[in-house]
């Protein structure tokens, strides 16, 4: 199933938000880590957050992109 081009335009715009939410929280972990925070629980939920949103990303990308097996 095709899909039109305006649900692609969404697409590629939500993948581009995911992603950018991602590299904010990894440079929100770096930060913490490199001032030597010692919130443990804060750094482990910007990183489970991170998965989240990593497993979203690939979501999003295998429907723009499905995997087709010839």
Do not use: Y
């Not at 095709?2 to 770096?30: F, N, Y």
């Not at 925070?37 to 990303?57: A, M, V």
């Amino acid at each position: 199933m095709l899909m039109d081009d305006e649900a692609q335009i969404e697409l590629v715009s939500r993948l581009k938000a995911l992603k950018e939410q991602h590299r904010d929280l990894d440079a929100a972990v770096e930060a913490l880590v490199f001032a030597g925070s010692t919130d443990l629980l804060q750094i482990q939920r910007l990183k489970k957050r991170k998965l989240q949103l990593r497993d979203e990303i690939r979501l999003v990308s295998n429907k723009i992109l499905p995997d087709i097996i010839a």
